[in-house]
């Protein structure tokens, strides 16, 4: 089994910033990558911005120039900067791991953007 662990998420006013953590633990061999997923209340789950293990990055449309994603290989953690935050990136963020031919999926992390 792998777990990931979210962190970092809250409220905060349009134009800051946040840095959402996740950290894989537990059966890991394989991470073929890692990722963001978000989902507002009444939509579907769509992508944030996902990173492999050779360090390809995919970025929604909607985020970049905003948001980063960043990989700590020797930590297994993820990161996703966030920065000039709008009130339509509120949502639940979901971390997503690959690990060998698996999907595993955090708890989810709220973030709030409003003045």
């Known amino acids: 089994q792998v777990q990931l662990v979210e962190s970092g998420g809250g409220l905060v006013q349009p134009g800051g910033s946040l840095r959402l953590s996740c950290a894989a633990s537990g059966s890991i061999f394989s991470i073929r990558g890692m990722g963001w997923y978000r989902q507002a209340p009444g939509k579907q789950r769509e992508l944030v911005a996902a990173?492999?293990?050779?360090?390809?990055?995919n970025y929604a449309d909607s985020v970049k120039g905003r948001f980063t994603i960043t990989g700590d290989n020797a930590k297994k953690t993820v990161y996703l900067q966030m920065n000039s935050l709008k009130p339509e990136d509120t949502a639940v963020y979901y971390c997503?791991?690959?690990?060998?031919?698996?999907?595993?999926w955090g708890q989810g992390t709220q973030v709030t953007v409003s003045s």
């Open positions: 997503k791991a690959t690990v060998s031919s698996r999907i595993y």
């Open positions: 990173i492999t293990s050779t360090g390809s990055l």
